[in-house]
């Protein structure tokens, strides 16, 4: 159980995390959400004690995770793949951590194994592609059979075969009761991996949530009508409570009335109907709906064309 | 928990943990950092192969001269002139080592690694300066002793090499008495007699691998404090090589109050072995070691405070 509690980070006059509040729970995956510079890797960093909050606590199991009598064995991390020392062996760099956690040396061999690395295992890291690197980082994280699993971006450019070996890894980890907490920029990563999300942007906490929950708050389906009696159509709809909008196009986006009861009320009120479609909006969308306001660096939009609707607290 | 499914490999369960992480697993884990580098065994070997092989390459020159021109013989230092090319280039070499055993945790991004690992930050530093300042030791120890030996055995035969295992008597002055034959060093008379006693001898080979491993953990602490190889070793260069040469270029009556509160005086005077080295303005050999070591438990300080005080 890893609980974050009004965390805030400032990195000179910039403030990159900002009040965050969240809890992880043990035995599900928990998506960390957000586009790039939101605050993720910080808040990371911020739990395992790399970078020291400004303000707010950081507890695992109770505890600062320094304060843990052997933290290898409570969280397995992998921040940055990369973040070893190219001229070590991948065997060595595993025994020189295994060692600071007082863990056996046969667990270096096995979790070599795990990650199909033992042919290079004598080889000098810096040699490695970014996928075995990736492998390697994991390998690591397995060390001390951790209950919690932290992982920072972790398919970022892997090939299809690694973000399915990740993937599945993943679920393996859950499966086992472990706590997997997994940060991305990418909703769809999420999608078929996450039980629990928690969104940030720009370092504000945006949702916290279970899947379901977003799926459901989120997908907000509307439905497209395209009609020659346009303006007598939308005032019908609107004198029923649902919400209609003229598109450029001609076509009318209406919200709070499903196709049925549109088709209905275009039937009574004796309207010829040339569309009645349903626009479910995907996870992506919504997610991106959701962060649309909080991205930190945005390519230049003329400003009509921004969404504006925001979903859930925070905002 | 006891597999994993996503492999054929398989996780045996851990032992049960008792006590905590500390500073044993600590020692253990930075010692397989020193040793599963190459440029470790770089650093120890050009520090052998340097102060060795220079060492008796001058000490080969001077086995010459001995013998050509023995005024030369008067109040020949044999001992700090073996172990000149070791506290003057060996202290660089290794002073390299230093600052690179925390600076390449930086460069390479490796201390994100060993702090999620490990965070108690003030075990981890101290297990890298403990298990640094041992083998750097041990090493300085052997590159001391056997220049030492090897300088000796090229000067055999002048009778002014040093020994450690007994007094050895040098003549104290050379008097010049005429110029000699064209083609032939002038005439000398030797007068007065030094005698430089085994127990001098091995306090000048055991404080010079001192000294050098008090450079190096002045290096050791510029790179905590600096946490960038080429900066640590910049700075380290100009503390040690410099900083000496802009005092040597002050006004006498300046350099001489000054001189003998900088690092490097001490290799200057823990090496020398006879009477009158020319070292009248520095302190001797031990005070000034104490100013050495002075500055690497302050700089050690100031590197353990940033270590654990900065965001990794």
Redesign the interface.
């Known amino acids: 159980m890893i609980e974050v509690r009004g965390l805030t980070k400032r990195y000179g006059a910039k403030t990159a995390v900002d009040s965050l509040t969240f809890g992880i729970e043990p035995g599900k995956v928990t998506g960390f959400l957000g586009p790039n510079g939101a605050g993720k890797t910080t808040t990371m960093?911020c739990i395992?004690?790399?970078?020291?909050a400004d303000e707010g606590t950081v507890t695992v199991d109770g505890k600062s995770?320094?304060g843990?009598?052997?933290?290898?064995?409570e969280v397995g991390?992998l921040?940055?793949a990369?973040?070893?020392?190219?001229?070590?062996?991948a065997r060595?760099?595993l025994?020189?951590?295994a060692?600071?956690?007082?863990?056996?040396k046969?667990?270096v061999g096995?979790?070599l194994?795990?990650?199909?690395l033992t042919e290079v295992a004598g080889k000098r890291s810096k040699g490695f592609s970014l996928g075995m690197s990736q492998r390697l980082g994991i390998a690591?994280t397995?060390l001390?059979?951790p209950k919690v699993l932290m992982f920072d971006e972790p398919v970022n450019g892997l090939d299809p075969e690694g973000i399915l070996?990740i993937r599945?890894?993943m679920r393996?980890?859950a499966a086992?009761?472990r706590t997997v907490f997994v940060s991305s920029h990418l909703m769809s990563e999420m999608e078929h991996t996450a039980d629990h999300l928690i969104v940030i942007g720009r370092g504000k906490l945006i949702a916290d949530c279970t899947m379901r929950e977003f799926i459901a708050g989120s997908s907000g389906a509307s439905v497209r009508v395209r009609t020659p009696s346009a303006e007598e159509f939308v005032r019908a709809i609107t004198a029923k409570g649902a919400t209609a909008a003229t598109d450029e196009d001609g076509s009318i986006e209406v919200r709070g009335m499903t196709t049925e009861q549109l088709g209905d009320l275009a039937f009574s009120e004796g309207i010829r109907l040339h569309e009645l479609t349903t626009v479910r909006a995907s996870l992506e969308e919504a997610f991106m709906e959701l962060t649309a306001s909080s991205v930190e660096y945005r390519a230049d939009v003329p400003s009509d064309q921004q969404p504006s609707t925001t979903i859930g607290s925070g905002v | 928990m006891a597999t994993i499914t996503t492999s054929d490999a398989r996780l045996h369960t851990l032992p049960p943990a008792t006590g905590r992480a500390g500073l044993r697993g600590a020692l253990a884990s930075e010692f397989t950092k020193l040793r599963s580098v190459r440029s470790t065994y770089w650093a120890l070997g050009a520090l052998l192969i340097v102060s060795i092989g220079v060492g008796a390459l001058v000490m080969g020159g001077e086995s010459g001269s001995l013998t050509h021109n023995p005024g030369n013989k008067a109040g020949f230092d044999g001992t700090q002139v073996s172990l000149i090319p070791f506290f003057e280039i060996g202290q660089l070499i290794i002073g390299v080592l230093g600052a690179l055993t925390i600076t390449s945790e930086y460069s390479t991004g490796m201390i994100r690694t060993s702090l999620t690992a490990m965070p108690r930050r003030g075990v981890v530093y101290a297990a890298k300066a403990i298990v640094f300042t041992s083998v750097t030791l041990v090493f300085a120890l052997i590159t001391s002793f056997v220049a030492f030996f090897v300088g000796q055995a090229m000067v055999a035969g002048t009778g002014v090499g040093a020994s450690l295992f007994g007094n050895v008597k040098i003549p104290a002055n050379a008097i010049f008495t005429g110029p000699g034959s064209p083609g032939s060093p002038p005439k000398v008379t030797l007068q007065g007699i030094d005698v430089i006693s085994a127990s001098t001898v091995l306090r000048a080979v055991v404080g010079t691998a001192l000294f050098v491993t008090l450079v190096a953990l002045i290096a050791f602490g510029l790179g905590a404090i600096i946490r960038h190889t080429a900066g640590a070793v910049a700075t380290v260069i100009g503390l040690m090589f410099i900083i000496p040469v802009v005092i040597q270029a002050l006004p006498d009556s300046w350099r001489w109050d000054i001189m003998r509160f900088f690092p490097d005086a001490a290799g200057r005077v823990i090496s020398v072995t006879v009477s009158g080295g020319g070292n009248q303005h520095l302190w001797s050999s031990w005070p000034q070691m104490i100013v050495t070591a002075c500055y690497a438990v302050g700089l050690l300080a100031i590197g353990a405070y940033m270590f654990r005080k900065r965001d990794a």
């Open positions: 960093r395992l004690g790399l970078d020291y995770y320094p843990l009598a052997y933290p290898m064995r991390a921040i940055d990369k973040a070893v020392h190219g001229g070590r062996s060595n760099h025994l020189c951590l060692q600071t956690n007082s863990l056996p046969r667990r096995e979790v194994e795990l990650v199909g690591a397995l001390g059979d070996w599945n890894l393996a980890m086992e009761g």
